[in-house]
């Protein structure tokens, strides 16, 4: 089991930035992965970035890449996310997930059987 707690949600202008945290504890090394997703009202949850804990491997929306930035630092068993350039289309819920030890995909939800309980964020325009 993994567990996960998101911090560092909150209310930003449009054009402003924010970083997300994602700390894992539990049985990380049973863990490919971190990703973080996203959940605006009367929306599906959609893939946002993810990263490796043991590569150098990236993975990002193209509705966010180049603004969002994740990262982790292992012996801290945290991810962050850093957004930049926030416009209201980034608001929703983040949630960070740890997937299982095999991965297809790290874009799909069903990679990630560990789920935290979600930070708000909100760009006012």
């Known amino acids: 089991q993994v567990q996960l707690v998101e911090s560092g949600g909150g209310l930003v202008q449009a054009g402003g930035s924010l970083e997300l945290s994602c700390a894992a504890s539990?049985?990380?090394?049973?863990?490919?992965?971190v990703g973080w997703f996203r959940q605006a009202p009367g929306k599906e949850r959609e893939f946002v970035a993810a990263?490796?804990?043991?590569?150098?491997?990236?993975y990002y929306a193209d509705s966010v890449k180049g603004r969002f930035t994740i990262s982790r630092d292992n012996a801290k068993n945290t991810v962050y996310l850093r957004m930049n350039s926030l416009s209201a289309e980034d608001t929703a819920v983040y949630y960070c997930?740890?997937?299982?030890?095999?991965?297809?995909?790290?874009?799909?939800?069903?990679?990630?059987?560990?789920w935290g309980q979600g930070t708000q964020v909100t760009v006012s325009s």
């Open positions: 997930a740890a997937t299982g030890r095999l991965v297809v995909n790290f874009r799909l939800r069903n990679a990630y059987p560990y």
């Open positions: 539990g049985s990380t090394s049973s863990s490919n992965g």
């Open positions: 990263i490796r804990w043991r590569a150098d491997t990236e």
